[in-house]
């Protein structure tokens, strides 16, 4: 049964398109058929995290205006056999995107695909209500930070009543929080909400925890989504995020501070 | 308490715990609010205008919070009178 998810936040910039764009091919690698849809009208950025922006042909909104059929509209990822993007619109038209046409997509998507992601907009608008109406789970993207926290909670409260799961009185679409941009080192400081403060605040089951990167500015200047950087931390949180969400129980890493060397230790040098 | 030994009060408080302690009390305010059925802030502000024929009362004086008690609700008027 084709399962949608989406990756949603409130508050803007915290981390949700490399999310997408990496469970997505976290998904497509381990050997389901997955289709990553840009919900962000008019601000399309996820074909260029993905490496597929000279192939949008056909959006989203072409083939709900039916414009363009699925088949034609969908953009099949270079490396991996099971993995295809649906970029979103370029139009500056706020309507483009409606409920029925959306509901007729989702639908189409799910006969073809075991795993549908939806990369919501920011904010509480229209685009990630769409976004997050029709799904099955929830990534909640959240960063260690007080705005951020709030507008979590806030999503949190409109998926568990303004989705169509909770509408029609069916089972409340489940929730996962990821936790993203983390910094061990702040948090030992007490700079930064450390995981379980977050974790006690939110109250739902924690995918993973994403850390502070440099491989994810690297990833996205070339169009690579970082799970594919096996060497990176932040590729390494993605795929054991991947795994959680396939069922599979792993222990969670990078919480903490990287251990310093012994001749650090001697001297005491402090980074 | 002069400046100084303001700052010094709040730096045996790390920064993340007052983070903490700041998202726990507006996030709970918020969830009774969501939670709470949509006629509550129109019920609010007819009651007002109605204690308003009588005292002259602002509108922060007044609140009415709807308790879920399992079963039924319970509705609490708390109106604060001002001195005569
Ligand atoms: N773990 C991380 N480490 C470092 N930088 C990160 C990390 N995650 C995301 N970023 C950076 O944060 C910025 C925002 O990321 P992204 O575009 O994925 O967020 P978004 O939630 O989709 O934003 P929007 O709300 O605008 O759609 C990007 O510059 C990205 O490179
Ligand atoms: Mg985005």
Do not use: W
């Not at chain 1, 409260?157 to 941009?181: C, D, F, M, Q, V």
């Amino acid at each position: 049964m084709a399962k949608i998810l989406v990756v949603t936040s409130g508050k803007g910039g915290v981390g949700k398109t490399t999310t997408s764009a990496a469970i997505g091919t976290g998904l497509a690698l381990r050997g389901h058929k997955t289709v990553v849809v840009d919900f962000d009208v008019g601000l399309r950025n996820l074909d260029l995290i993905m490496g597929c922006e000279r192939r949008v042909v056909y959006d989203f909104v072409n083939v709900i205006q039916g414009d363009a059929t699925l088949g034609q509209a969908l953009i099949k990822d270079k490396r991996l056999e099971n993995l295809y993007v649906l970029a979103a619109s370029q139009t500056r038209d706020k309507d483009a995107l409606s409920a029925e046409g959306v509901g007729r997509v989702m639908d189409e998507l799910r006969e073809s695909f075991e795993y549908i992601i939806c990369d919501s907009p920011a904010g509480i608008e229209k685009g990630a209500h769409l976004a997050m109406y029709f799904a099955d789970e929830a990534v909640v993207v959240t960063n260690p930070e007080v705005s951020s926290v709030r507008d979590s909670d806030r999503m949190l409260g409109l998926l568990a009543s303004k989705s169509r799961r909770a509408e029609n009185g069916e089972e409340p679409i489940k929730e996962h929080l990821l936790l993203t941009r983390y910094s061990p080192d702040r948090v030992n400081k007490g700079e930064m909400l450390g995981v379980e403060d977050v974790e006690e605040i939110l109250a739902i089951r924690l995918l993973g925890v994403i850390p502070e990167s440099q491989s994810v500015l690297k990833a996205s200047n070339q169009g690579i989504p970082v799970i594919l950087d096996e060497q990176s931390d932040a590729g390494q949180a993605y795929s054991d995020a991947v795994e959680r969400l396939l069922g599979k129980e792993t222990p969670h890493r990078f919480l903490d501070v990287h251990k310093k060397g012994f001749l650090q230790r001697l001297f005491g040098g402090r980074e | 308490m002069n400046l100084f030994d303001f700052f010094r009060e709040r730096k045996k408080q790390s920064s993340a715990s007052i983070a903490k302690e700041r998202l726990q009390i507006i996030v709970a305010h918020e969830r009774g609010q969501r939670s709470a059925p949509d006629y509550l802030p129109d019920l609010q502000k007819e009651l007002i205008e109605v204690i308003r024929k009588y005292v002259n009362i602002d509108n922060d004086q007044v609140q009415v919070v709807l308790e879920d008690q399992g079963n039924c609700s319970i509705l609490e008027l708390n109106v604060t009178l001002p001195d005569r």
